[in-house]
């Protein structure tokens, strides 16, 4: 079983805040739409959305902590996580983006930032093919 203070960076002492900006952070950056869905960057963000299922609700964190000093004691408990239902929903790069105040014009998608592309060449290509007839007309 892992550290879960030590998957999201922070110390036992982690405010309920400190646990989500952390979360958020490190979700955006091992999420496996943002990393090619690599195998590495899957098992990292399985065991960041572990480490905040269990430490943002405050009953599953106090369980823990006692679960995580009892194991150390005696490295006879095992504890097993199972996903949410709504997996895929909660966590999709999308709602972790959006949920994060980091959006804005400079931080778009990735579909988006190709339809401006493609809207960028065709304005282009529409000024060099004015440019050619008004230098064809004179």
């Not at 804005?104 to 529409?126: C, D, P, Q, R, Y």
């Amino acid at each position: 079983m892992q550290d879960y203070y030590k998957v999201l960076g922070l110390s036992r002492e982690a405010s309920t805040e400190e646990i989500k900006k952390s979360f958020r952070i490190m979700a955006l950056r091992y999420h496996p739409d943002k990393n090619s869905n690599s195998e590495e960057s899957k098992e990292k963000f399985r065991y960041v959305v572990e480490a905040f299922e269990v430490l943002s609700d405050e009953g599953a964190r106090k369980k823990y902590d006692e679960s995580f000093l009892s194991k150390h004691r005696n490295d006879k408990f095992n504890l097993k996580w199972s996903p949410s239902a709504d997996f895929k929903n909660i966590y999709s790069y999308a709602n972790i983006k959006n949920s994060s105040g980091q959006g804005g014009i400079w931080n778009i998608s990735h579909e988006a930032s190709m339809g401006m592309w493609k809207a960028t060449v065709i304005l282009f290509t529409l000024l060099g093919v004015m440019a050619l007839l008004i230098f064809l007309l004179k």
